[in-house]
Nanobody
Framework: QVQLVESGGGLVEPGGSLRLTCKVS????????MRWFRRPPGKEREWVAD???????YYSDSVRGRFTITRDNAGDSLFLQMDNLKPEDTAVYLC????????WGRGTQVTVSS
Protein backbone atom coordinates (compact mmCIF):
# COMPACT_ATOMS: atom_id res chain seq x y z
CA GLN A 1 0.00 0.00 0.00
CA VAL A 2 1.41 3.35 -1.06
CA GLN A 3 1.49 6.05 1.61
CA LEU A 4 2.61 9.66 1.42
CA VAL A 5 2.90 11.72 4.60
CA GLU A 6 3.70 15.42 4.32
CA SER A 7 4.96 17.57 7.19
CA GLY A 8 6.76 20.82 7.92
CA GLY A 9 4.09 23.38 7.11
CA GLY A 10 3.16 26.30 9.32
CA LEU A 11 2.62 30.04 9.58
CA VAL A 12 5.45 32.24 8.34
CA GLU A 13 5.86 35.93 7.55
CA PRO A 14 6.53 37.11 3.99
CA GLY A 15 10.19 36.65 3.15
CA GLY A 16 10.51 33.71 5.52
CA SER A 17 11.43 30.09 4.87
CA LEU A 18 10.02 26.64 5.46
CA ARG A 19 11.22 23.12 4.65
CA LEU A 20 8.61 20.51 3.80
CA THR A 21 9.13 16.77 4.05
CA CYS A 22 7.27 13.92 2.40
CA LYS A 23 7.84 10.43 3.80
CA VAL A 24 7.02 7.74 1.26
CA SER A 25 6.32 4.03 1.68
CA UNK A 26 4.98 1.22 -0.50
CA UNK A 27 6.93 2.02 -3.67
CA UNK A 28 10.51 1.74 -4.89
CA UNK A 29 11.24 5.36 -4.03
CA UNK A 30 14.67 5.51 -5.65
CA UNK A 31 13.18 4.56 -9.03
CA UNK A 32 10.26 6.98 -8.89
CA UNK A 33 10.01 10.50 -10.25
CA MET A 34 8.53 12.64 -7.48
CA ARG A 35 6.66 15.91 -7.47
CA TRP A 36 5.18 18.57 -5.23
CA PHE A 37 1.77 20.13 -5.85
CA ARG A 38 -0.18 22.74 -3.94
CA ARG A 39 -3.82 23.69 -3.55
CA PRO A 40 -4.35 27.39 -2.77
CA PRO A 41 -7.54 28.31 -0.89
CA GLY A 42 -10.51 28.26 -3.25
CA LYS A 43 -8.43 27.19 -6.23
CA GLU A 44 -7.52 24.03 -8.13
CA ARG A 45 -4.46 21.96 -7.36
CA GLU A 46 -1.35 23.17 -9.22
CA TRP A 47 2.03 21.67 -9.96
CA VAL A 48 5.02 23.14 -8.09
CA ALA A 49 8.13 21.07 -8.80
CA ASP A 50 9.48 17.73 -10.03
CA UNK A 51 12.61 15.75 -9.29
CA UNK A 52 13.38 12.76 -11.43
CA UNK A 53 15.08 9.59 -10.27
CA UNK A 54 18.17 10.97 -12.01
CA UNK A 55 17.93 14.04 -9.75
CA UNK A 56 16.85 16.45 -12.50
CA UNK A 57 14.76 19.29 -11.10
CA TYR A 58 11.92 21.21 -12.74
CA TYR A 59 9.95 24.14 -11.33
CA SER A 60 6.86 26.14 -12.10
CA ASP A 61 7.48 29.73 -13.11
CA SER A 62 5.90 31.00 -9.89
CA VAL A 63 8.45 29.31 -7.60
CA ARG A 64 11.61 29.01 -9.71
CA GLY A 65 14.54 30.65 -7.95
CA ARG A 66 12.83 30.52 -4.53
CA PHE A 67 12.02 26.83 -3.98
CA THR A 68 14.37 23.83 -4.13
CA ILE A 69 13.21 20.21 -4.47
CA THR A 70 15.52 17.46 -3.22
CA ARG A 71 15.29 13.81 -2.27
CA ASP A 72 16.92 11.30 0.07
CA ASN A 73 16.65 7.88 -1.51
CA ALA A 74 18.15 6.12 1.51
CA GLY A 75 15.40 7.57 3.70
CA ASP A 76 12.55 7.37 1.16
CA SER A 77 11.96 11.08 1.65
CA LEU A 78 11.22 14.07 -0.54
CA PHE A 79 11.88 17.67 0.49
CA LEU A 80 10.88 21.16 -0.57
CA GLN A 81 12.96 24.08 0.68
CA MET A 82 10.91 27.23 0.33
CA ASP A 83 12.65 30.59 0.65
CA ASN A 84 11.48 34.17 0.21
CA LEU A 85 7.91 33.06 0.74
CA LYS A 86 5.08 35.26 -0.52
CA PRO A 87 1.42 35.46 0.55
CA GLU A 88 0.44 33.85 -2.77
CA ASP A 89 2.37 30.72 -1.70
CA THR A 90 -0.32 30.06 0.90
CA ALA A 91 -1.72 26.60 0.15
CA VAL A 92 -1.94 22.97 1.19
CA TYR A 93 1.21 21.32 -0.16
CA LEU A 94 1.06 17.70 -1.33
CA CYS A 95 3.62 15.28 -2.69
CA UNK A 96 2.98 12.70 -5.38
CA UNK A 97 4.78 9.82 -7.06
CA UNK A 98 4.84 8.99 -10.75
CA UNK A 99 4.68 5.34 -9.68
CA UNK A 100 1.28 5.86 -8.06
CA UNK A 101 -0.18 9.11 -9.44
CA UNK A 102 -3.67 8.47 -8.03
CA UNK A 103 -2.41 8.29 -4.44
CA TRP A 104 -2.30 11.46 -2.35
CA GLY A 105 -1.51 12.26 1.25
CA ARG A 106 -3.35 14.74 3.45
CA GLY A 107 -0.90 17.50 2.70
CA THR A 108 0.61 20.13 4.96
CA GLN A 109 -0.73 23.67 5.34
CA VAL A 110 1.56 26.59 4.54
CA THR A 111 0.31 30.06 5.45
CA VAL A 112 2.32 33.15 4.55
CA SER A 113 1.01 36.21 6.33
CA SER A 114 2.15 39.15 8.41
Amino acid sequence: QVQLVESGGGLVEPGGSLRLTCKVSGINFALSDMRWFRRPPGKEREWVADITRAQRQYYSDSVRGRFTITRDNAGDSLFLQMDNLKPEDTAVYLCNSAEAPAVWGRGTQVTVSS
